[in-house]
DNA sequence: CTCATTTGACCTTC
DNA sequence: GAAGGTCAAATGAG
């Protein structure tokens, strides 16, 4: 991983926020860890001052958040986060069709017209999901389905309901796996730009188990309200609001990615010591035993990949995940 | 009536 | 030309 600079002229700043929220976000995994190795304790002492696991969680999601905004904010102000973050070229006069349908019938432009309206979006980020649920916490809208080649199951294609009224980008593919035909793996394209993202940890402290979300959601996004959904169902309409993991996956991949560069001193090593720490906790919580009780436990392998050719290679978050190894 | 899904056609990429 | 991705008219559900 090249360490190119993310800040080009000292917004210093947005530096020093990033990393305070960094930074805070840690501390509360601390916290959050420093309580499920013993949670007897917790549960027992309600006079503890110490924060909830779901206050924490909610502290993390918001100290992501809070980064995931500075960054997207930089970004929108013209600063490169080092990663193509949907520099999508396929945005263009045409991306919203009714835009500039100026009252005009509905009907099909002729061929022509509708020529390089859109393109396959290969510089944007893409992950993949393994999951026993398409749910996430975004409202998608399926725009088409297609049977794929050597594919027993057709693949769904989603895109992000706000994509008109906010402009969001975001799209996911849905296929049905053949091994597992209870899987189905999720594909998600572009970040998602919409504010929905950011109103979750609202919805987090839901009383719903701790263990519910954080077994059915990746890692990093807990704010969902772990409800679980018929799989089926879950495919063929895709209306209720999910869990979401787009923004919060490719935050950890560009923060993990800047924070390489964010600093020259050693400071930085030991802001992932925890988080490293804290994916093997989690890791343990995601494990199929302790969420059996759960019949939609999701054993859930991510990987995000980045199709543009300067992309990263491949990163991993499964269990074995190591920021070091970035 | 509004909004989501279905589905065939169209478009881009390889 | 094949395969995959997207569009939008038709249709259905609430």
């Known amino acids: 991983m090249e360490t190119t600079h993310p800040w080009p002229e000292g917004p210093s700043t947005t530096r020093n926020k990033v990393i305070k929220e960094l930074v805070e976000g840690r501390d509360f995994a601390t916290q959050l860890k420093s309580i499920l190795h013993k949670p007897l304790e917790i549960t027992r002492d309600h006079a503890s001052p110490s924060p909830s696991p779901h206050e924490l969680v909610s502290k993390i999601l918001r100290s992501f958040t809070e980064t995931l905004s500075v960054l997207a904010s930089s970004c929108e102000s013209g600063e490169v986060i080092h990663q193509n973050l ?33 393109k396959r979006r290969k510089t944007t980020q893409t992950w993949t999901t393994v999951s ?15 049977e794929i080649l050597n594919a027993k ?54 009383p719903d188990p701790w263990e519910t979300y954080i077994v059915s959601n990746p890692p990093d996004t807990m704010w969902g309200n772990g409800k679980q959904a018929d799989h089926d169902q879950a495919l063929s309409s895709s209306t209720t609001p999910k869990i979401k993991q787009e923004s919060k996956e490719e935050a950890l991949s560009d923060l993990t990615d800047n924070l390489s560069s964010l600093g020259t001193d050693n400071n930085n090593s030991y802001l992932w010591t925890d988080f490293k720490d804290f994916d093997l906790v989690e890791s343990a919580i995601m494990s199929p035993k302790l969420g059996s009780d759960n019949g ?3 054993s859930t392998m991510y990987s995000c990949t980045e199709t543009a050719s300067h992309g990263l290679d491949l990163c991993h978050f499964d269990g074995d995940f190591n920021f070091d190894d970035i």
């Open 86 to 118: 949907a520099v999508s070229h396929a945005d263009s006069h045409c991306d919203d069709p009714r835009s500039d349908d100026s009252g005009e019938s509905r009907k099909r432009p002729t061929p022509k017209d509708r020529r390089g309206c859109y």
């Open 153 to 206: 199951h057709p693949r769904s294609y989603f895109r992000c309901t706000r994509k008109y009224d906010q402009g969001c980008r975001a799209t996911k593919q849905v296929q049905r796996m053949e091994e597992d035909p209870q899987m189905y793996q999720i594909t998600y394209i572009g970040i998602h730009t919409c504010k929905d993202t950011l109103k979750a940890p609202q919805i987090i402290m839901e």
């Open 132 to 146: 026993r649920t398409t749910d996430d916490d975004h409202a998608w809208r399926k725009y088409g389905q297609k």
């Open 296 to 298: 939609d436990v999701v």
